[in-house]
T-cell receptor, first 113, second 115 residues
């Protein structure tokens, strides 16, 4: 059974600081997704990571994947208040296809001025 | 604009009642999904469907039922057998290919509560 663990689950940080969210998963997979959710809202896709060593960046967010360690990171650089949200990583079963994803519990991020 | 429409936004269920949540997409996606989200928790997969007239159970299918009679529609029924239905329900869809890796697109959700 695939399990996905995120840490920390809650993070309060100041604007301008850097921080990293970690996502570990228990079985081999070849695809990992990061999503953002604002309170009471739906999920917005941020990144899709498909191969070992993959790195993607969008603005102040950068995601990476280490398939050997079964670890993905989401790094926040010089945080701004607008990045306050809950961030989820999700893993798909090996081999692709259209099966459902397994989600972590999410990291609730608060960025204070 | 293409997207996923979930309705209603809020729904209340009485004891012993079945309720149906609607999910419609105009993205021409083959695959559709239902997830449940509880406070402080991640999403858990209820059911998914890769093609019309076919669907599979997810991790927490007990007390739920679905149908997929049209490509655009994937309604979820929360039956009276689901003893703890209060949650936020999210519908999603994605492209289905041999090794689909596109992200799933999500609707805005339905919040279900017990009266």
């Amino acid at each position: 059974e695939l399990k996905v663990e995120q840490n920390p689950l809650f993070l309060s940080m100041q604007e301008g600081k850097n921080y990293t969210i970690y996502c570990n998963y228990s079985t081999t997979s070849d695809r990992l997704y990061w999503y953002r959710q604002d309170p009471g809202k739906s999920l917005e896709s941020l990144f899709v990571l498909l191969s070992n060593g993959a790195v993607k960046q969008e603005g102040r967010l950068m995601a990476s994947l280490d398939t050997k360690a079964r670890l993905s990171t989401l790094h926040i650089t010089a945080a701004v208040h607008d990045l306050s949200a809950t961030y989820f990583c999700a893993v798909g079963p090996l081999g692709g296809g259209a099966d459902g994803l397994t989600f972590g519990k999410g990291t609730h991020l608060i960025i204070q001025p | 604009d293409g997207g996923i429409t979930q309705s209603p936004k809020y729904l209340f269920r009485k004891e012993g009642q079945n309720v149906t949540l609607s999910c419609e997409q105009n993205l021409n996606h083959d695959a559709m999904y239902w997830y449940r989200q509880d406070p402080g928790q991640g999403l858990r997969l209820i059911y998914y469907s890769q093609i019309v007239n076919d669907f599979q159970k997810g991790d927490i299918a007990e007390g739920y039922s679905v149908s997929r009679e049209k490509k655009e529609s994937f309604p979820l029924t929360v039956t009276s057998a689901q003893k703890n239905p209060t949650a936020f329900y999210l519908c999603a869809s994605s492209i289905r290919t041999g090794k689909s890796v596109k992200p799933q697109h999500f609707g805005d959700g339905t919040r279900l509560s017990i009266l």
